[in-house]
């Protein structure tokens, strides 16, 4: 049996986000850190798929991070553990789950690359939670690297509280060491270990490190009214002096301190491990009756269901019973266990700002708080980012056609960010994701976890049709098959109403025409008929039926002859009554960088669309209005990221129905000479 992990008092943890773009070496990093702080005896490769936290098949195939995987090590007295956000944009709804836990962002920028888009994304995301943020310039041993180069667009994208703490020794092939400001001292590397040896120094640099060091110390005093007056007086600050200042800096999100070195060669990275031991944040959680929230969500085909919890307040016990604030229902936390990886150790009770998961809750997901009964807490509510792109599914198989709908839950509980919709007009499953990657991910775990295939095929478009003219017809029902017939005539009058007004029926039968039992039969002919499908095959909206006469036969009718009549007439009525063909228009709000702007609504244009309006929103960025046809922008997705680099997003709704332009209804149209457009 596996030793309890072991468990730290609050002061003591540790909880950071790695974030960036992908392929700035967040996951190289992380094996990096576990490695430097003998958690692993063995570096292990994104390539072959072997580190501690990209271990689905998925991932070793595409050799990129498609979930949040964490990774816990101890390290100078404190339990660091880091959350390994995918950098891709598809999965960003992990990035959103690590940031909820995390009291620390490190965002991990290639010095190859610079500043790239989701680096971008991911910061605005932690400036509205207002979580400290640190900067960890990776990659400085490939080549054209540059620290100053990548500094530079960081100060300029996020303003003057980005403070480098050290600066690189060499670059490129040459980068061997980095220079730490704060005690004037330089780190050498001189072998894979990754431990570094403290020296002075290098004489060429002397000057360099002064200037910035003085900057540093500058940026750092100013939050502190009693460090300023002795800085000014020419006081030296002692180091660790400095160093607590830094810590309140970075916490306050006043200061966003700059590291550097190379995940693959390890360099640089026990100075960050360091770092987050001695300067980063704790987490602000308390004592108190237990409160834990669920921030992720895994479906294990073993084990089922695995949700992965940070402890807000209090201590949270194996075994111990708490309430879910949602669905108001009791669970029993049978076996925790602190996970790195795939690998799980029990724990037999979490503190306070800890991060730990269980297994096996009847009723518990993604966003759930759990409590001791009567407690209390605040919790900001789980938001997962709005799925922007469909695909239609169906089962491959009768035999998987049983297990989908099941299947498809399960997934969803794991991946918040997934949407799955019935479309009753089409009848069509829609999943929806946020992009091609996420979706076939998706669909590939489907069946490796939970064993169920799937075909995929074109969304379709819930067309609908409606009348532009006023018509009347005669429905005639008229069977004889021996012994009792079927008789049954309704004439009918149809009329267009409003759009949106949906469907009216009147009755002006007078004088016994059609019997009064027989009335509610002959809306019903027509109702379903409606719903079946006009003269184009799709639903009639928007239309005034009325039943001013009718014959009957007193052996002959029924209700079957009157719903048959119903349905008849209203048919021939409607192929009078000039029929158009009707199409859903979305409300598209798309936000994106003011450069793109008239790109974007050139694109809008040609897809039928109408601007409504744009207006600069700050931040350089434009917020565009419009109202497109739907069947234009199913896979706006993927034209907007395409535009915009991936800076732009948008959200769309349905907003109403307009008619098809009669060159385009003609092809949706069937081959029907009574269909008018």
């Known amino acids: 049996m596996a030793v309890p992990a072991k468990t730290y008092p609050t002061d003591k943890l540790r909880n950071v986000a790695l974030v960036g773009h992908g392929g700035a070496g967040k996951t190289s990093l992380a094996e990096a850190l576990l490695f430097v702080t003998g958690t692993i005896s063995r570096l292990g490769r994104v390539e072959d798929g072997t580190t501690s936290t990209d271990f689905d098949p998925e991932e070793a195939r595409r050799q990129i991070s498609v979930s949040l995987g964490l990774a816990p090590f101890e390290y100078e007295g404190c339990k660091i553990t880091l959350l390994d956000a995918p950098g891709y944009a598809d999965f960003v709804s992990d990035v959103a789950a690590a940031l909820r836990a995390a009291d620390l962002v490190l965002f991990v920028v290639s010095a190859v690359e610079g500043v790239e888009v989701q680096t971008e994304v991911v910061w605005r995301m932690a400036d509205e939670l207002g979580l400290p943020r640190a900067i960890f310039v990776n990659k400085l041993d490939r080549e054209r690297a540059s620290f100053s180069r990548t500094l530079d667009e960081l100060k300029d994208k996020f303003g003057a509280g980005v403070a480098p703490l050290q600066l690189p020794i060499g670059e490129e092939a040459e980068f061997r060491g980095v220079v730490e400001l704060l005690d004037d ?59 607590g200042a830094l810590a309140v800096g970075i916490a306050s999100g006043a200061v966003f301190p700059v590291l550097c070195g190379s995940a693959t060669k390890v360099i640089g990275v026990d100075r960050l491990a360091h770092f987050v031991a001695a300067e980063g944040p704790a987490p602000q959680a308390a ?28 201590t949270v016990k194996a075994d111990a019973s708490l309430v879910n604030g949602r669905s108001m229902s009791e669970e029993r936390l049978h076996q925790l266990t602190i996970m790195r990886g795939k690998e799980q150790e029990p724990v037999s009770e979490v503190p306070p700002g800890d991060i730990a998961a269980v297994a096996k809750l009847a009723d518990t997901t993604t966003g759930d708080v759990l409590g001791a009964r009567g407690a209390e807490f605040e919790v900001q509510p789980f938001a997962a980012p709005q799925p922007v792109l469909p695909v239609a599914i169906r089962a491959k198989s009768k035999g998987d056609e049983d297990k989908l709908a099941n299947a498809l839950h399960r997934l969803l509980d794991e991946d918040p960010a997934l949407r799955l919709e019935r479309n009753a007009e089409t009848h069509q499953t829609l999943l929806w994701g946020m992009g091609e990657t996420h979706l076939g991910i998706a669909l590939e775990r489907l069946h490796r976890k939970l064993g169920v295939e799937v075909e995929t095929e074109d969304v379709q478009v819930a067309y609908r049709e409606t009348i532009t003219s006023n018509a009347e017809a005669e429905g005639k029902y008229k069977k004889q098959t021996g012994g009792h017939g079927q008789f049954g005539v309704a004439f009918l009058r149809v009329e267009p109403l409003e759009r949106g007004t949906g469907f009216e029926f009147e009755d002006k039968i007078v004088g016994g025409a059609i019997p009064r039992q027989f009335i509610p039969a002959v809306e019903k002919g027509v109702m379903e008929t409606m719903e079946q499908g006009g003269v184009f095959g799709f639903p009639v909206v928007d239309v005034k039926v009325t039943c001013y006469d009718g014959k009957y036969h007193s052996v002959d009718s029924s209700e079957m002859s009157f719903k048959m009549a119903g349905s008849l007439g209203f048919k021939e009525a409607m192929a009078k009554a000039t029929p158009i063909l009707l199409e859903p228009i979305s409300e598209l709000v798309v936000t994106a960088p003011e450069a793109n702007q ?30 497109v046809p739907t069947s234009e922008v199913l896979r706006y997705a993927i034209d907007l990221r395409s535009m915009t680099g991936g800076r732009g997003r948008f959200t769309m709704q349905h907003s109403h129905y307009d008619p098809v332009p009669s060159h385009l209804a003609d092809k949706l149209a069937p081959k029907n000479e009574t269909a008018k457009v």
């Open 287 to 314: 004592d108190g009756q237990p409160v834990a929230f669920v921030f992720k969500t895994i479906v294990d085909p073993y084990v089922g269901r695995v949700n992965v919890f940070k402890v807000l307040q209090g």
């Open 185 to 243: 001292t330089a780190v050498l590397y001189s072998d894979a270990s990754g431990k570094g040896t403290t020296s002075g120094v290098p004489a060429e640099m002397e000057s360099e490190e002064h200037s910035v060091h003085d900057a540093l110390v500058e940026g750092i005093v100013v939050a502190d009214d009693d460090l300023m007056e002795r800085y000014l007086a020419d006081e030296t600050i002692a180091t660790d002096e400095l160093a």
């Open 598 to 627: 008239g790109d974007i609504m050139g694109d809008l244009n040609s897809k039928r669309g109408r601007i409504q309006g744009s207006a600069a929103i700050g931040n350089g960025e434009v917020e565009i209005v419009a109202l």
